[in-house]
């Protein structure tokens, strides 16, 4: 069975007249360390399908099952408990606790792990143990970046979804951040997910999605996939 099962789920919003269609009948797999991208212009449904994925917001039909679980079927408890234990989240504003240092902020996440990584190994991958006694705004927003994936990653997710990871970032600053979540999905083998309006990106995944208007028109093997560092746009 596929780590990830996403089976004719569908999403809308708003009621009556206002009702509008944003997912309409998605269906795609993902195997145990795939890394895969997903494209699409502007209001296609990326945000929206990655935050149903995450359990963040229901679906109105079809089905999401992460490693066996179908989430779909949970309740509000159960659901929180699947993001508490089995989810990293990295979004494209790092979303850091202003009044903790770059440890604290990480140290904070690994209290919700029944198995965190270990701290001071993980600040030393993430390129960070120099600044680990800093505060966010004393802070580059690549810095910024590596504490929130630290903070994803902390509690060695299975699956770590990513929206924008990089959209306020510069182009060599993309280009570390990018590696580093690659060299994070082959250390600790977790499913990455990463949306982006950048189909360059696409590049260094295995797989590769891409929603229109709420369907999915691509989803297909990268054969061709190229290390991080050597994307260009
Ligand atoms: N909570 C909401 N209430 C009503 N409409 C919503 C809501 N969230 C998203 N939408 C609508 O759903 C559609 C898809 O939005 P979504 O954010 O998933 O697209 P996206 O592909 O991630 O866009 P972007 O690349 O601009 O972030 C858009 O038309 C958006 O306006």
């Excluded at 945000?47 to 509000?76: A, H, K, Q, W, Y």
């Excluded at 993001?83 to 009044?99: H, S, T």
């Excluded at 198995?115 to 927003?141: A, E, N, T, V, Y």
Aim: charged share 25%.
């Amino acid at each position: 069975m596929a780590f990830l099962e996403v089976a004719d789920v569908r999403k809308g919003y708003g009621e009556g007249d206002a009702h509008i269609e944003v997912i309409k009948g998605v269906s795609t797999s993902l195997e145990k360390g795939d890394f895969a991208s997903l494209l699409g212009p502007s209001g296609s449904g990326k945000s929206t399908f990655l935050n149903i994925v995450g359990g963040l917001e229901p679906c109105d039909g079809g089905r999401v099952v992460v490693d066996g679980v179908d989430i779909t079927g949970l309740s509000d408890r159960e659901v929180g408990e699947y993001r508490r234990a089995e989810l990293g989240f990295v979004f494209q504003f790092y979303n850091l606790i202003p009044d903790l240092t770059v440890c604290e902020n990480i140290e904070v996440c690994a209290h919700l792990s029944e198995d965190p990584l270990p701290l001071d190994d993980l600040l030393r991958s993430l390129g960070l143990w120099d600044q680990r006694r800093k505060f966010p705004r004393q802070m580059s927003g690549g810095q910024q970046q590596r504490c929130a994936i630290g903070r994803a990653l902390v509690k060695n997710p299975k699956l770590l979804l990513c929206d924008e990871p990089t959209g306020a970032l510069d182009y060599q600053t993309s280009l570390e951040i990018l590696a580093l979540m690659e060299e994070v999905n082959r250390e600790y083998g977790c499913t990455v997910v990463v949306v982006t309006h950048n189909d360059a990106i696409a590049r260094m995944s295995n797989r590769i999605m891409r929603l229109h208007d709420g369907m999915l028109v691509e989803d297909s093997v990268n054969e061709e996939r190229v290390p991080a560092l050597s994307l260009e746009w």
